[in-house]
Structures are given as C-alpha cells and as structure tokens.
C-alpha cells in the first residue's frame, strides 16, 4: 500500500509562487513514477508534471517554463514549485504514484487558487 497526503495549496496573487509537497508512505521502493495532476470545474483532469525514479521530468507544455518538479533525498517526498502563476492554473492538484505493477495511489487533492 503506498499513501500520499498533499499539502502546499492555498490562495496566492497573479505572478506569485507556490510550493506544493506530497508526503509518500508505505511501499516506497515499489514506485515507478509520480507526478502531479489537476482538476478545474467543468474541466478533464490532466497530467501538470510527473518525475521517475532515474529523475526524468514531463510537464505540460501550459505549465512548462515556470513549474518544476523535484524529489527529495530518500523519494518520500514530490515536490511542485510552481512561478508566474496565473488564474488559469486555479484547480485542485493531485499528487500520483505509479508502481512497478501498474497500480496507481492518489492524494486527497490539495486546492490552489490564483487571483487578485
């Protein structure tokens, strides 16, 4: 079983920063990929960043340039700094680990809302 718990969300300005965290726990060492996904009402959820265990990173091209995602030490934790951020990136965001197996584990999503 491999948990994950987001947190980082809130409410930030046009142009501002957020860092959001992802706390994995259980398994560790039977996960592939994580990655960061979110969801704004009306909208499909999409893929935003996702990193490997050899550390290669994917990102969407909308947030690419300004979002960047990084592990720490041990790969218990995902990172997601997030610069120049814009009312288009208001959603809720959920954090993802993909295991070797296929079997796949989400956070309870973590809110983040840009505006002024």
């Known amino acids: 079983q491999v948990q994950l718990v987001e947190s980082g969300g809130g409410l930030v300005q046009p142009g501002g920063s957020l860092r959001l965290s992802c706390a994995a726990s259980g398994d560790i060492f039977s996960i592939a990929r994580m990655g960061w996904y979110r969801q704004a009402p009306g909208k499909q959820r999409e893929l935003v960043a996702s990193?490997?265990?050899?550390?290669?990173?994917n990102y969407a091209d909308s947030v690419k340039g300004r979002f960047t995602i990084s592990t720490n030490n041990a790969r218990s934790t995902v990172y997601l700094q997030m610069d120049s951020l814009n009312p288009e990136d208001t959603a809720v965001y959920y954090c993802?680990?993909?295991?070797?197996?296929?079997?796949?584990?989400w956070g309870q999503g973590t809110q983040v809302t840009v505006s002024s």
């Open positions: 993802n680990a993909r295991r070797y197996s296929g079997r796949e584990s």
């Open positions: 990193i490997t265990t050899s550390g290669t990173t």
